[in-house]
């Protein structure tokens, strides 16, 4: 009877670990839609492992990342900053190889990366799409001495970086700057006018680098919002949408490598940072009208209409009205139907204009939206 007794207790503890272990390996799913033409990758392009000043095994990055519901990711350990070498031998290819295997059990795409580490200026910058992270070292091969070397040396990555024809974009360019402090030098006009640098960083962990959304839209340049992330990532959960890392969407015809590089060479990213979407909008428009469903009035007494309106994303949105006979707010919470109370003409028509405050087209601009009977 105790042999029978010991068996079912151990049989017991071996199914709850089982849905334990089960329970922290689910992927939550990140929800925002498909818009037409693209699917909607959900990325995060700048990471760190102990291969630089990281303190997770690459393969952690590849677990959180997939628990977290991405679709790409690239580790982009630092080049010039080994501060772990005592202990791991600097190897610029080992963190994509050893996460590559581990990517493609997942179904995630890797991308091979690597971050220049410059003292600001010129500061820090992701190269996407490498063949020879190695060819970015390029410490003590300047001729020249001093601020003089560190500069050609600077550009000696950068156009080791497009020789491979890979992409790279200035992280966090607020970083260090202090009380108004100048971010934007001639070295920074330089390097994005011979065409060095093709992206920003707009949004990096929990910091939204406004200049960079401005800087974005001068010069065309795509954006990025990633996590930096250092120390083991927590997962996510739904009990605060606004608690995520950041993510940066790329529009893609289909899930692939060369389907990403295309996205981005083409600008056609954006930013899911907190309850914000930040980006073109173009982007934010067609995500907006693809994550809700406008049903038609289920009741309309006098002039007042009464709709549902259903948030399948991820995102509550935020509406202030502009013009129209809807009414002055609404608050459309995300994976959830909501019912509105819409003024209506004697035809049964509705005319609305909204600003929608957390749809980021620009430093001081919103995405704002008009239409006739939405219904």
């Given amino acids: 009877m105790k042999t029978r007794t010991h068996l079912l207790a151990s049989l017991t503890l071996i199914v709850l670990l089982a849905i334990a272990l089960s329970a922290s390996a689910q992927r939550l799913e990140i929800n925002i ?180 959304l401005k800087w974005a839209n001068e010069r065309n340049l795509t954006l990025f919002g990633n996590s930096d992330i250092h120390a083991p990532m927590n997962p996510r959960t739904l009990d605060d949408d606004a608690v995520h890392r950041p993510v940066t969407l790329v529009f893609a015809y289909e899930k692939t490598l060369e389907s990403v590089r295309k996205a981005i060479d083409a600008g056609r990213t954006a930013i899911w940072f907190e309850n914000k979407l930040i980006g073109r909008s173009e982007y934010l428009e067609a995500i907006l009208q693809a994550s809700l469903k406008v049903a038609p009035p289920h009741m309309t007494y006098r002039n007042t209409a009464y709709v549902s309106v259903q948030n399948i994303s991820d995102i509550t949105y935020e509406l202030v009205k502009t013009s129209g006979t809807g009414p002055a707010t609404a608050t459309l919470p995300a994976r959830a139907t909501t019912i509105v109370r819409i003024g209506v003409n004697n035809e049964g028509k509705a005319t609305l204009g909204y600003k929608v405050t957390n749809l980021i087209t620009g430093p001081d601009a919103c995405l704002t939206i008009e239409d006739v009977s939405p219904w």
Wanted: glycine share 8%; hydrophobic share 40%.
């Fill in 33 to 212: 839609p498909d818009i037409p033409g693209y699917t909607t990758l959900k990325c995060d392009f700048h990471m760190h492992t102990v291969f630089s000043d990281g303190s997770v095994w690459p393969t952690v990055r590849v677990d959180e990342a997939w628990r977290d519901g991405l679709d790409v990711i690239a580790i982009s350990d630092h080049v010039e900053y080994q501060p772990h070498k005592g202990d791991i031998p600097t190897n610029h290819k080992r963190p994509y190889e050893i996460a590559l295997g581990k990517a493609r059990e997942c179904g995630i795409l890797l991308v091979r990366a690597a971050e220049i580490t410059r003292d600001t200026p010129p500061g820090h910058y992701n190269a996407l799409f490498l063949t020879d992270i190695d060819a970015l070292d390029t410490a003590g091969k300047s001729s020249l001495t001093g601020d003089a070397a560190k500069e050609e040396e600077f550009l000696m990555q950068l156009r080791a970086a497009k020789a491979q024809n890979a992409f790279v974009f200035w992280n966090h360019p607020d970083w260090k700057a202090r009380n108004g402090q100048r971010v934007w030098f001639d070295i920074h006009t330089k390097i994005f006018d011979e065409g060095l640098v093709n992206g920003i960083e707009a949004v990096n962990g929990r910091t939204f680098h406004v200049d960079s």
